[in-house]
């Protein structure tokens, strides 16, 4: 593989590493600085506003834990493509991967939106309580489990474990920049098997924990694979904004044959989180058992059933029959459109998923929905663009990168 | 013996065939030809050749719309069957759920367009491409025999409208053919 790569070094353009960087007067230049500001003041005014009221506190850290969980997930995508890319040592990718691993960088920062939460977790876990788990002998059977101790252990093992792949696979990445050693691509390789399987249980675990226990009597085995398939199709969404704008920025290195595989992907997880989304309303409503249909008893009533079926026709329907034909897939405007609805759409997952367990009688919308996910997303794009300006938007001497320049859709 | 051969426009001749000695050399063969306004031609090669479909000048395939026909028409076929059996032919209560159940039909539906779209695919190509073909006139030379292992083949037929046997052969050489041979029908 190293030496077709070097066989077809000749056939591409010859390429300054200095032009492979973001450039100084680029406007993405800006990015931390901008994230910055979103950030303080979003999560500013939501603190400054949720805590004034103590009847507003509960609100607060809901509406937190919504922005939260979109800016995690976003980086969570990002470290699941780059551990795939050398999981299956794809070459295609390798133009457009640094987006993975700058996405991924942020994971460390992200995780300091969770700390504000601990001061939350009596408003929004019920089994957090003494005196509910003592009158609820569900709660006492899920107490070994179940309670704050080891959740707090649980919770320091899953962002431990995501900073660390997150900082090993990036260092690795940029050292190879300098280096050229060819030993760190098959480093990399072989980390990828045994740090996928660790992203694959703390991911499931995270949700278990974080969005599935608001409702403790509720459980569905499928809720982890729910939560990941629709992380990564928002990341491949935000994924498709970079690379439109990395086309225009190094046209001879990213091109529409890269876009197109991106929205190919894009257009995968967007299947497969309706697959799982469906997977999961199916048996619950098949079986009709009392401690599973509460979470779809309370989501289908009400204010809620517009925002479900909304759901399904936004996140899955329309954008699946516009995503459809090749040429959408290799249309810059149209691809960008598609992109930013469906994060928007992930942002409406995310409060579906959280929020009726604080209005179960109807949506209603508060201000600091608004507030907390532009901080949390300011913080996103703070730590985002901070990695984007470190280092090369390319992995400058990783070995296929000429298959990756030169790469077709057959 | 009629079987199975593609069906061609009648005529002695069905056209030259020029052999080229590097995929480099027919990409730009093909884009020579294309730039000359014939419409009826082809290129051989034992392996996909990149941007080769580009450099000949072709046209979108239309088997993506066969598909979306057929795997729509499975997906009506299959909630179509359930939602009448369940509601017309033989309605049963089954755990007291409607009769129209739309979400039991779905994974059958899904499956059946599933069906359907790999069918219109495979059998889309198949009759787009005139498969199977068991005879063909290029068949008569005996070195286009290397179209699967190391030629690279150009062929223009007969009854393309800009087709004159000496000036399509003279434009072949011109473009770089190794050897340009007549095909009979």
Redesign the interface.
Known sequence: MIDHAHASHSEIPVLQASSLWLPRQHSWQRMPMVGLVLAVVGLGASLAGGLASPAAHSQLWHSWLVGALFALSLGLGGLFFVLVQHSTQAGWSVVVRRIGENAMATLPFVALLFVPLLFGLGDLFHWSHADAVAADPLLQHKSPYLNVPFFLIRALVYFGVWSFLAFWFGRQSRVQDTTGDHNLTRRMRRMSAPALIAFAFTVTYFAIDWVMSLDPHWYSTIFGVYFFAGSVMAFFAFMTLIALGQEKLLPRVVNGEHLHDIAKLLFAFLVFWAYMA?SQ??LI??A?LPEETGFFAQRLVGSWRPVSVGLSLGHFIVPFFFL???TVKRHPKALAGVAIWLLAMHALDMYWLVMPSLHANGIALSWLDFTTLIGCSGVFLAAFGWSLRRQALVPLRDPRLPESITF?N? | MALLRPSLPPGERFGVLAEFSSPADLYHACEGVRDAGYTRWDAHTPFPIHGLDRAMGLKASRLPWVVLVMALGGALAGIGLQGWVSTTAYPLVISGKPFFSWPAFIPVTFELSVLGGALGAVFGMFAMNQLPTWYHPLFSKSSFERMSDDGFFLSIESWDPRFETDRTVELLRRLGAKEVELVAS
């Open positions: 469906f309303y199916l409503w098949y009709n459809l034909p090749r077709e057959v």
